[in-house]
C-alpha cells in the first residue's frame, strides 16, 4: 500500500533556529495538508494545498511558518526562527480530492530546546 | 469555523465489553465524518468513516452512527480486544470549507485483557 513519506522523523533545534520538514504525498494525490499534533490533542491544520495552490492556511503562523508545494507534489514546512512552544508532531497527510480521505505520513516529532 | 468535541478523553474497558466514544460537531454543512485510529508513536490511520447521507455504517467489530439533526456521531467497538487499545480520534469535514477536517481532540481506549 502507498503512503505518505515524511522526513527527519525527528529533529532537535534549539529556539531561534530555522528548522525544514518534508513530505511526499502518495503519487496522485492533489490534496496535501500539514497538520501540528501537540501531545494530548487532535491534529490542528496549519496548510492545505490543492495541487500548487495554498487553499487555506488560515491558522499558520506567518510570521515563522512558510509552506510551499512547488510542482504541486512534495511539500515543505519551514520554521524560521523556532520557538518553544513549536516542539510538537508535525504531520503531513494527503488525499486524493478534497471529498476522499485523509492518509497520514509517520509525522516529525519536533524538539525545541 | 467548525468545532468538534469528543468524549470521553479516556475510556477503560475489559477484554470482550463494548466501547463508545462519542463526538458532536457545530457546523451544520460538514458531510464526512472519519474515525482515526493512532497507536503510540505512529500515525493516524482510517478505521471507519460515514457520510451524511447515510445514518450507519458497520465493518467487522466496529460501526458509527451518526445523528444529523443532533449533529452527533459515535464510534461503537465490539468483543474489545487488547490491541484496540490506542487513541481514536473523530473528524468531521464540510465541503464548504475547502473540505478542511477539524478534529476532536482524541480519546484513549485501555482494552484490559
Known amino acids: 500500500e502507498a503512503e505518505v513519506a515524511q522526513s527527519p522523523r525527528y529533529k532537535i533545534t534549539e529556539k531561534s533556529q530555522a528548522v525544514a520538514f518534508w513530505c511526499d504525498p502518495i503519487?496522485?494525490?492533489?490534496?496535501l495538508y500539514w497538520y501540528r499534533q501537540i501531545l494530548g490533542q487532535g491534529p490542528e491544520l496549519l496548510v492545505q494545498?490543492?495541487?500548487?495552490?495554498?487553499?487555506?492556511d488560515s491558522q499558520l503562523p506567518k510570521d515563522r511558518f512558510s509552506a510551499e508545494r512547488l510542482k504541486g507534489v512534495d511539500s515543505t514546512l519551514k520554521i524560521q526562527p523556532a520557538e518553544l512552544g513549536d516542539s510538537a508532531m508535525y504531520l503531513c497527510?494527503?488525499?486524493?480530492?478534497?471529498?476522499?480521505?485523509?492518509?497520514f505520513g509517520n509525522g516529525t516529532r519536533l524538539t525545541v530546546t | 469555523g467548525e468545532n468538534v468535541e469528543q468524549h470521553p478523553s479516556t475510556l477503560s474497558v475489559q477484554e470482550g465489553d463494548s466501547a463508545v466514544i462519542k463526538c458532536t460537531y457545530s457546523?451544520?454543512?460538514?458531510?464526512?465524518f472519519p474515525w482515526y485510529k493512532q497507536e503510540l508513536g505512529k500515525r493516524p490511520q482510517l478505521i471507519i468513516d460515514?457520510?451524511?447521507?447515510?445514518g450507519e455504517k458497520k465493518d467487522q467489530r466496529i460501526a458509527v452512527t451518526l445523528n444529523k439533526t443532533a449533529k452527533h456521531f459515535s464510534l461503537h467497538i465490539t468483543e474489545t480486544q487488547p490491541e484496540d487499545s490506542a487513541v481514536y480520534f473523530c473528524?468531521?469535514?464540510?465541503?464548504?470549507?475547502?473540505?478542511?477536517?477539524?478534529f476532536g481532540d482524541g480519546t484513549t481506549l485501555t482494552v484490559k485483557p
Open positions: 460515514i457520510r451524511s447521507n447515510v
Open positions: 457546523d451544520s454543512a460538514s458531510n464526512y
Open positions: 473528524a468531521a469535514r464540510s465541503n464548504t470549507n475547502a473540505g478542511k477536517s477539524t
Open positions: 503519487s496522485g494525490h492533489a490534496t
Open positions: 494545498f490543492q495541487d500548487e495552490s495554498v487553499v487555506d
Open positions: 497527510a494527503s488525499s486524493q480530492s478534497t471529498e476522499s480521505a485523509l492518509h
